[in-house]
């Protein structure tokens, strides 16, 4: 662990889910105003990562293992999803990823603003033509999908 991990580490109780690198650095910079732009720049990768990970929790739909039973309503055509699992007769869970572009589960997902890890409700607006932002109205989370032409 290196000197800037470890500062990190101290900043990350009270930090919040930030969204971009610029208001990482900006919220390191007002921490440490006299240190140099290296320095903020390696204490705000590893602060970034730091209270990200701590503002998520296990999906409640999987229980994290990214996984979830072939709901009895998708049962005929499941052959044909992009994440079926024949041996296991489990689909990547749309919850915490399996939704997404890359079809990625994860385990984890955003906390509510309770600190219960989130169960999504995604309401849906066109963006432009063939791409749809998806947003949770329980606790913000947000990607993306483009259907094409």
């Avoid at 000197?3 to 208001?23: N, R």
């Avoid at 290296?38 to 929790?57: M, P």
Wanted: with cysteine; hydrophobic share 30%; proline share 6%.
């Amino acid at each position: 662990m290196t000197e800037c991990d470890e500062v990190a580490a101290t900043m990350v109780e009270g930090a919040p889910d930030f969204k971009t690198m610029d208001e990482t650095r900006t919220y390191v910079r007002e921490r440490m105003p006299d240190s140099s732009p290296q320095v903020i720049d390696n204490v705000a990768w590893t602060l970034k990562a730091l209270a990200n990970k701590a503002h998520l929790g296990t999906c409640p739909a999987c229980n994290g293992s990214t996984r979830r039973p072939v709901p009895p309503e998708e049962e005929c055509y499941k052959n044909n999803l992009a994440t079926y699992d024949a041996a296991t007769n489990t689909l990547a869970c749309d919850n915490c990823g399996g939704a997404t572009m890359a079809l990625h589960a994860t385990g984890k997902v955003k906390r509510r603003p309770d600190g219960t890890p989130c169960l999504h409700k995604y309401e849906g607006a066109n963006i432009g033509r063939c791409l749809n932002r998806y947003t949770c109205v329980h606790c913000g989370d947000q990607h993306t999908i483009d259907s094409g032409d």
